[in-house]
């Protein structure tokens, strides 16, 4: 008998809130609210959870209390739906009192939401998705026809419990995984991809004025950039190397010519000084050093000429060869010497 009049007060109680808010919903609205929680409660306890379910959360659309929110989580949760059903106990502990709160009913489904909600989450399993062989913001990952933000791959989510159809989806490429899930567990669905070569490992090193990119089915030689550059950096070295050489022996042989015509000029010296050996007593000892120093000079300069010509030259010819660029030309001459060339 108590438990009848229990009962009966606490339908009471939902139909007077209701019916006083006449100035926040109008009559056509509270009216059916009213129906859909009568409809609603007499599916769940004959167990048809998934329309009392339904009406529940329809009514709970129109009137905002606790009681409707907590009754439509407990549907939910009959059914498996307890992700959804955590939402809604949560929901209804942050919902504020309005003009449909009359007595304690509200405060009392805000109790109950706290203590259902405190059992319901560690029987909520966990759902990890990893994509391997392509990037997370190249892949289109549903699960259950339901889209999933490319920022929570890789991250535990709360899910149902139940069969789970995961699909990625990577332009043409499909991939998918059906995980069997039970409460309270944490299970892990891998998307594999087929990898893709990099973009840079596919392009070919070109320069100006190369042949254009071999086309599939030919084939073709060609070298690799690093040994064109260092084959044309090498040869620019030794071109270099060879001119300055090369200007060295020029210089050499300038300075030997010089110093020659210098001692040939000193004619009665030569005959003084036989054999390189000068008499004292016949010439001045000024005029000796001079003639000796020249003759050292001529020599010298002769011999280094001749060596750095040759060395340089050699540089310059074996060089390797371009389509244009400069080349020279060793002249010798009675008493002279010249290296023509372009550049």
Not at 77 to 103: C, F, I, M
Not at 139 to 154: P, Q
Not at 164 to 185: C, K, L, M, W, Y
Not at 309 to 333: F, N, R
Request: net charge neutral; aromatic share 4%; charged share 20%.
């Amino acid at each position: 008998m108590c438990r009848k009049l229990f009962s009966i007060m606490l339908v009471l109680t939902v139909v007077v809130a209701w019916s006083g808010a006449a100035r926040a919903t109008d009559d056509s609205a509270k009216g059916a609210a009213r129906e859909l929680a009568n409809e609603a409660k007499r599916d769940f306890d004959a167990g048809r959870f998934e329309e009392a379910g339904r009406k529940f959360q329809r009514a709970f659309e129109v009137a905002k209390v606790p009681t409707l929110a907590v009754w439509a989580a407990r549907a939910l949760t009959k059914r498996g739906h307890l992700v959804v059903a955590s939402e809604l106990y949560r929901q209804a502990l942050h919902l504020t009192p309005n003009d449909l709160w009359v007595g304690k009913a509200q405060q009392q489904a805000q109790t109950d939401a706290a203590k259902e909600l405190e059992e319901l989450q560690p029987r909520i399993p966990r759902l990890r998705i990893r994509v391997e062989g392509a990037a997370a913001n190249d892949v289109e990952v549903t699960i259950d026809d339901a889209k999933i933000a490319s920022a929570l791959l890789g991250i535990a989510m709360p899910t149902d419990p139940g069969r789970r159809h995961v699909v990625g989806r990577r332009d043409a490429e499909i991939v998918d995984q059906t995980i069997v899930i039970n409460e309270s567990e944490s299970k892990e669905a891998l998307l594999i991809f087929t990898a893709r070569q990099p973009v840079q490992a596919q392009a070919s090193v070109r320069g100006p004025g190369s042949a254009p990119a071999v086309e599939p089915g030919s084939v073709t030689a060609s070298t690799p950039a690093t040994q064109t550059e260092s084959g044309v950096s090498d040869g620019g070295a030794q071109r270099t190397w060879g001119w300055v050489v090369t200007g060295v022996g020029v210089a050499g042989l300038v300075t030997g010519a010089v110093a020659g015509i210098l001692v040939l000029s000193k004619s009665g010296l030569r005959k003084d000084c036989p054999d390189g050996t000068c008499n004292p007593d016949s010439a001045k000892s000024g005029d000796i050093n001079s003639y000796n120093l020249m003759r050292t000079l001529s020599t010298t300069g002769f011999i280094v000429g001749a060596v750095g010509t040759a060395v340089g030259v050699t540089l310059l010819l074996w060089t390797p060869k371009q389509e244009s660029g400069p080349h020279a030309t060793l002249w010798l001459g009675p008493g002279s010497a010249a290296v023509k060339g372009t550049f």
